[in-house]
C-alpha cells in the first residue's frame, strides 16, 4: 500500500527543509519527497491532499504519565495512546510513577505490550532510577534497557541522595541510557500548594519557591560535570533554573532541558480562581519566569518542549486545594498551546518542530524526528488556521484536568500517521479511501 501525500508544506528542522512538496509512504516508511511525486497508474495509491497543510515529522513527547498499571481510571495505555494521535503525537514516553512502579522488566513489558495491543503511538516507557522511586537503591538499568525502557527517571519523586543520583547517572551513561530528573528540593517545597510569591501570601497558600528547582539542577548540573556525563532536566519552571542551564552549556556541559506549555503561557495568578487544574509540581510561577523560559526555548538553553501529561480524576481532583493532587493534562493541548511561540515570533516553526520532535528523539536516542528517505513514516500535519474551543470532554484522554478548558486556539494537528496507518484523522478526505 502507497500513500501519497501532495502538496503540503514540509517542515522537516532535521535537513533544514521547509518546502511545498510531495512526499511518498511505502511499506510504512517515508520513499520519497519529491516536488512533484505522480500517481502511477495500477499501483494501488491513496492520495491526500495537503494544500495548505504544514507537513512535520510526528510529534514526539518525551514526558507524559499513562496510568497503567494501577490506576486505569485516570488513564489507560489505550486512552493514553490515543489522546497522543490526536494531540498530534506519534511517540510518546511514559513516566515511571505507576503502581507498581515501572522498577523492574515486566511492568516494562506489560506496557509494552498495552502498546502494542492499543495500536496508536509507539509508547517508550521510562523506568525508574531507583526501585520503589523511593530513592535509596537503583534498580537494574541494563536489564531495564534490554527490556524497552529509553530513560531512567524517578519523575513525580525527586532523587534527593546525590551519591545515588551521581551513581545513577555514571552508570547510565555507561549504557548510554540517559536520565531525566525532576528537579525538586524536598525540604524546600514541602508543604507548597503554589509557587512562593505575592499571589500565595495573598492567596494564603503556602508557596514554592524557585530555590526548590534550581538548587537541584544546579546539583545535577554538577554531578554531571563532575562525571563529564549527560543529565536531561525535566519540566523547568524558573527564570534561574534557565540561567544556570544557559550557563552549564556554555562551559560544555552536556545538559538538556524541557519545558511544559503551561511554564510559557500561564502565570500563578491563574491561581486566584482556586481551581486546583491550575495545581502541578513544577508550580506555575511569575510573569519573570515565563519571559524567561521563552528566552531559554529561543537561545536554545531548553531543547525540548514535553507536555507532563498528568492525568488525575475527578476523586483526585474536585477537592480542597490542600488536598487535590498535582498534575494537568496536555496531550490533546500541547501543540496548539505551544503554537502560540510562533504567533509571538519567541521561535520559527521549524524550531518549534525541533523541539517538539526532533531534539525528544535525539536525547531519548530513539526513532522520529526526521523524514528523511527511509525513515519510519510518523507523520503530523498541521493546519495552522484551525480554530477549535477547548471542551475536555471531548478529548480522548480518560481525564479533564485541563488548565486550557474554554481556550480557543488557533492551529491544531489535523492527520497523524505512526508507520504510514493513518491513526488520527478530521481532515475531510472527499472521495478519498484511507
Ligand atoms: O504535577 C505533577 N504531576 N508533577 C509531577 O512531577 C508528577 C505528576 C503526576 O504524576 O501526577
Ligand atoms: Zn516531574
Not at 161 to 188: F, K, Q, V, W
Given at each position: ?305 514535553a507536555s507532563d501529561h498528568a492525568p488525575h480524576s475527578s476523586i483526585e481532583k474536585d477537592v480542597e486545594f490542600e488536598y ?111
Amino acid at each position: 500500500m502507497r500513500l501519497l501525500l501532495k502538496g503540503g508544506r514540509i517542515i522537516d528542522p532535521s535537513q533544514n527543509m521547509d518546502a511545498t512538496m510531495d512526499l511518498l509512504i511505502e511499506k510504512g516508511t517515508v520513499s520519497r519527497i519529491a516536488t512533484t511525486i505522480p500517481e502511477r497508474k495500477g499501483e494501488k495509491t491513496a492520495v491526500i491532499d495537503l494544500t495548505g497543510m504544514i507537513l512535520t515529522p510526528g510529534l514526539i513527547d518525551m514526558h507524559t504519565h499513562l496510568r497503567e498499571p494501577g490506576h486505569e481510571y485516570k488513564e489507560t495505555v489505550q486512552t493514553g495512546s490515543e489522546a497522543a494521535v490526536a494531540g498530534g503525537f506519534t511517540s510518546i514516553a511514559c513516566m515511571a510513577n505507576t503502581e507498581p512502579i515501572n522498577d523492574n522488566r515486566s511492568v516494562t513489558e506489560f506496557i509494552l505490550r498495552q502498546a502494542q495491543a492499543a495500536g496508536m503511538a509507539r509508547v517508550y516507557p521510562v523506568a525508574a532510577v531507583s526501585k520503589g522511586e523511593q530513592g535509596k537503591f537503583l534498580t537494574e538499568f541494563a536489564d531495564l534497557k534490554d527490556a524497552g525502557a529509553v530513560a531512567l527517571s524517578d519523575d513525580g519523586n525527586p532523587v534527593m541522595d546525590s551519591r545515588l543520583m551521581r551513581n545513577a547517572l555514571e552508570y547510565a551513561s555507561s549504557l548510554g541510557i540517559p536520565i531525566i530528573s525532576h528537579c525538586e528540593d524536598t525540604n524546600l517545597s514541602a508543604g507548597g500548594q503554589m509557587n512562593e510569591g505575592y499571589t500565595s501570601t495573598e492567596l494564603g497558600l503556602q508557596g514554592i519557591p524557585n530555590t526548590a528547582e534550581h538548587i537541584m539542577i544546579a546539583r545535577d548540573i554538577a554531578l554531571a560535570e563532575f562525571s563529564n556525563v549527560s543529565v536531561h532536566i525535566a519540566h523547568v519552571s524558573t527564570a534561574e533554573s534557565v540561567r544556570i542551564i544557559r550557563e552549564a552549556k556554555k562551559r560544555g556541559v552536556m545538559v538538556t532541558a524541557e519545558t511544559a506549555p503551561h511554564y510559557f503561557t500561564l502565570t500563578d495568578e491563574a491561581l486566584k480562581e482556586f481551581s486546583t487544574n491550575y495545581k502541578m509540581y513544577p508550580p506555575l510561577r511569575k510573569n519573570e519566569d515565563v519571559e524567561a523560559i521563552k528566552e531559554g526555548l529561543k537561545d536554545g538553553t531548553i531543547d525540548a518542549i514535553a507536555s507532563d501529561h498528568a492525568p488525575h480524576s475527578s476523586i483526585e481532583k474536585d477537592v480542597e486545594f490542600e488536598y487535590a493532587a498535582n498534575g494537568i493534562i496536555g496531550l490533546e493541548t500541547s501543540l496548539s498551546a505551544s503554537l502560540i511561540l510562533v504567533k509571538e515570533n519567541v521561535l520559527s516553526l521549524s524550531q518549534l518542530i525541533e523541539k517538539m520532535s526532533t531534539n525528544p528523539s535525539g536525547i531519548l536516542k530513539i526513532p522520529g524526528g526526521t523524514l528523511k528517505a527511509g525513515s519510519n513514516a510518523d507523520i503530523t500535519v498541521i493546519d495552522l488556521q484551525k480554530k477549535w474551543i477547548v471542551k475536555a470532554d471531548t478529548f480522548r484522554s480518560k481525564s479533564r484536568n485541563t488548565p486550557f478548558e474554554g481556550r480557543k486556539f488557533r492551529g491544531r494537528a489535523v492527520l497523524t500517521i505512526v508507520g504510514g496507518n493513518v491513526k488520527y484523522s478530521i481532515l475531510s478526505l472527499p472521495g478519498r479511501k484511507i
